[in-house]
């Protein structure tokens, strides 16, 4: 039997990088949710607020027989922009950064490499800003967070803000994908 591994990510709204990594093979489980918050149980509204420290973030359970870490970075780094600082796109605010909150020491140490390996290839003319820091505490977002994406496909913000980025997850990492999400 496999042991399950678990990151937390934050790459801008949860809505977007849930939709992503549902996605992926080998994923068991993904959770959006608020990472690294100064205080119990946020609310979507207090974390709005920008007063809580928390960013919106998804926990991903994954399979590492079936799924690398570092793919999984490699997938992370390139669905979002990892040079944009408590931002992405028109989504502004400290709840927007881009950070990787590593759970062991063996983490930590392919998330430092896989952002080195990053800045060292030339994908991206501007740093990279993401904060790498221990996790502290998570705390799952309300349930109609849930599979956004998903059961609201027509809605604006999905058609032109996630929905671009799943495709680029179908085009870029086709194999990677689990059969019945590739169309």
């Known amino acids: 039997m496999s042991q399950f591994n678990t990151i937390t990510l934050a790459g801008g709204c949860f809505w977007c990088t849930e939709a992503v990594f549902q996605r992926l093979k080998g994923v068991i489980a993904v959770v959006s949710g608020y990472a690294a918050s100064h205080i119990a149980n946020p609310s979507y509204e207090a974390v709005c607020s920008g007063k809580t420290g928390a960013a919106e973030a998804i926990q991903v359970t994954y399979d590492p027989s079936i799924l690398s870490l570092d793919k999984l970075l490699e997938i992370f780094w390139h669905v979002h922009d990892p040079t944009t600082l ?15 909150f590593y759970q062991t020491d063996e ?72 059969a019945e999400n590739v169309r």
Do not use: W
């Open 107 to 178: 983490q930590k140490q392919l998330v430092l490499a896989s952002k080195e390996a990053l800045e060292k290839s030339g994908d991206y003319k501007k740093p990279i800003v993401t904060e790498i820091a221990p996790f502290t505490n998570f705390y799952p977002a309300e349930g109609y967070h849930k599979e956004y994406y998903d059961k609201n496909r027509s809605q604006p913000y999905c058609m032109f803000v996630i929905d671009p980025k799943v495709q680029k997850l179908l085009k870029e990492y086709r194999s990677e994908v689990k």
């Open 86 to 100: 408590n931002r992405q796109g028109h989504d502004v605010g400290t709840q927007y950064r881009s950070a990787i």
